[in-house]
């Protein structure tokens, strides 16, 4: 399978994907074949420069709607023959465009137990809420905020001195873990979405 990761950071998931996917186990069948970034200056264009992975940017502002913009991402991805995306801190809602092309073929990681904490700064909100336990989710991408169906979720422990800086670490160090395991085992039909 050709995978595109679509993300506009700093991308230390898209490194621990590359890595896995690039010198990984046997069991990493599949190819990151593309970067999709929104944001030209972002730190993850040049880790994937430095990986080698080719790199397709488009600037959301050039465009007079958001599908428009995904339009332009759609060519790509069918010229790129991609099979499946994988969004990693990319921060921009999808539209039904690229969701009817890709629906049930796109994954999401969020840095909390959905449902709990959806949207934006997830480690703060469970932080803030005084939750005991948090972690990360694994999930198909849906029209909704971090609403679509769980795949797969790792628990992370509040600690009790945790500053958002000590508990997003811990909760980073499991994502580079879940995300490229739950990625293989879906793109090798071993982990199937059950309510498509
Ligand atoms: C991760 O915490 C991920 O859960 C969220 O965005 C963040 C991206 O971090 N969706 P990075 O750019 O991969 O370091």
Redesign the pocket.
């Known amino acids: 399978p050709r995978i595109a990761v679509f993300?506009?950071?700093?991308?230390?998931?898209?490194?621990?994907l590359v890595d896995a996917f690039q010198a990984g186990p046997a069991q990493y069948e599949g190819d990151i074949v593309l970067l999709v970034c929104d944001k030209p200056q972002a730190y993850?264009v040049k880790r994937a420069e430095a990986a080698g992975v080719p790199v397709a940017c488009f600037t959301p502002k050039s465009y007079l709607s958001r599908e428009q913009y995904e339009e332009d991402v759609l060519l790509k991805l069918r010229e790129e023959r991609i099979d499946w995306i994988v969004?990693?801190?990319?921060?921009r809602l999808v539209t039904p465009v690229l969701l009817s092309a890709y629906g049930g073929r796109m994954l999401?990681?969020?840095?909390s137990l959905l449902p709990a904490f959806p949207g934006l700064n997830?480690?703060k909100q469970a932080l803030d809420y005084g939750v005991c336990v948090t972690g990360?989710t694994v999930h198909l991408v849906d029209e909704g905020v971090d609403t679509g169906q769980v795949l797969a979720q790792r628990v992370v422990l509040v600690e009790k001195n945790d500053t958002e800086e000590t508990l997003?670490a811990r909760?980073?160090a499991a994502?580079h873990e879940l995300y490229p395991a739950a990625v293989a085992d879906v793109v090798a039909g071993k982990l199937s979405p059950s309510r498509l």
């Open positions: 993300a506009s950071g700093t991308g230390s998931n898209f490194q621990a993850v969004l990693a801190g990319y921060m999401n990681i969020h840095p997830a480690v990360v997003a909760i980073h994502e």
